[in-house]
C-alpha cells in the first residue's frame, strides 16, 4: 500500500490505472458474497453517496453486487432512481418474515450487476417491532443468508443512528467501512461508534471488523481538513484508506439524477475517486 502525505488527494495517472491499487481481475464464479455495513451514526458524512457510488464502482469492475437501503429515509433508494414507496415488498417487509423472500424484493437498477434492495419510511417502525422478537438482532443476517450466494459484495447503508437496525447491520456484517467528513465534530463520534462496534463484535458477531476509515468531503485548501486528515492517518494509521473522497457538487447532481457518478458524470474527478476506492477495497482484500 502507498504512503500518501497528509492533505493530498492521490490522482491515478492518464489511463485511469492506478500502479498501487490497479484493476481488479474478472471473477471466474460468484459468491458467496462479503458484507459490508456502510456506518457512522453522524449524518451528512457520506454514507449513501458512498455507498451508491463504491457498489457501482465494484459493479463496473466485474463484480455483483447487492446495495441493502438500510435507513428509513430511503436515500439509496431515490439515488438509484427507484421509488420505494409504489413496491409492494422493501426490506421492512423481509425483516418481519418468518421465511423472507429476498429474491421478491430486490430490484435491478440501471448499472448492469447491482441490484438494489429497497427501503422506505415503514423501515422506521421495524425498530419498535423487532424489539419483541426472538434473535432481534439477527433479523438483517436472515433477510441476506438467502441470496448471499448470488453476490460478491453486499453493502449495507445504515442510517445515521446507533439503534436496532445498525445492530442488525452489524450483526450481518463481516467487515464496517466508516465515512468520516473531514472536521472535527465527526471525529468525536467516531470513538462512540468503534466502541458500538466492538460491543457487537463480543457479544453478537465474532467475525466483525473494522475494514477501514474513509476521509469524505475533503477540501485541502483548509488547514483545518488537512489537520483532521492527519489526526485521522496518525489515530487510525492504516486502517484509513489511502483514496479521498473530494467534496464537489457533481454528488448532488448525481443524486438528484438518480444515477451514481459513475455514469452521470463517468469522467468527473468525483467518479475516478470512487473507482480508485473500488480498486482499493478490492487490494485490500475487503471485496473480492
Keep these: 500500500m502507498s504512503t500518501v502525505q497528509p492533505g493530498l488527494i492521490p490522482v491515478p495517472p492518464a489511463g485511469g490505472e492506478d500502479p498501487d491499487f490497479p484493476s481488479p481481475s474478472p471473477l471466474n464464479q460468484h459468491g458467496p458474497a462479503r458484507v459490508i455495513a456502510m456506518c457512522n451514526q453522524k449524518g451528512g458524512v457520506g454514507k449513501t453517496t458512498t455507498s451508491v457510488n463504491l457498489a457501482a ?5 466485474g463484480r455483483r453486487v447487492l446495495l441493502v ?6 436515500a439509496a433508494s431515490v439515488g438509484l432512481g427507484i421509488n420505494a414507496n409504489d413496491l409492494e415488498v422493501t426490506v421492512y417487509d423481509l425483516l418481519l418474515a418468518a421465511r423472507p423472500s429476498t429474491s421478491e424484493a430486490i430490484q435491478p437498477t440501471s448499472v448492469d450487476g447491482l441490484d438494489l434492495l429497497p427501503a422506505n419510511i415503514m423501515l422506521s417502525a421495524a425498530e419498535i417491532q ?14 441476506l443468508r ?15 443512528s446507533l439503534g436496532l437496525l445498525t445492530v442488525n447491520a452489524l450483526s450481518a456484517a463481516h467487515g464496517v467501512i466508516i465515512p468520516v467528513e473531514t472536521e472535527f465534530f465527526a471525529l468525536r463520534g467516531v470513538a462512540l461508534l468503534i466502541d458500538s462496534i466492538e460491543r457487537v463484535r463480543d457479544r453478537i458477531n465474532p467475525k466483525l471488523k473494522i475494514d477501514g476509515f474513509l476521509a469524505t468531503m475533503v477540501d485541502t485548501r483548509t488547514v483545518h481538513a488537512r489537520e483532521v486528515l492527519q489526526r485521522l492517518t496518525e489515530t487510525f494509521g492504516d486502517l484509513v484508506f489511502d483514496t479521498q473522497i473530494k467534496r464537489t457538487i457533481k454528488f448532488p447532481d448525481a443524486s438528484v439524477a438518480s444515477e451514481p457518478i459513475t455514469t452521470y458524470a463517468p469522467s468527473h474527478a468525483g467518479a475516478e475517486a470512487y473507482r480508485r476506492l473500488a480498486r482499493e477495497v478490492v487490494a485490500r482484500g475487503i471485496a473480492a
Excluded at 57 to 61: I, R, S
Excluded at 130 to 143: I, K, M, Q, S, T
Design 69 to 74: 437501503d438500510f435507513d428509513p429515509q430511503g
Design 57 to 61: 464502482a465494484l459493479a463496473e469492475y
Design 130 to 143: 423487532l424489539v419483541n422478537e426472538v434473535a432481534r438482532e439477527h433479523a438483517l443476517d436472515r433477510v
Design 146 to 160: 438467502v441470496v448471499s450466494d448470488n453476490y460478491d459484495v453486499i453493502i449495507v447503508d445504515c442510517q445515521p
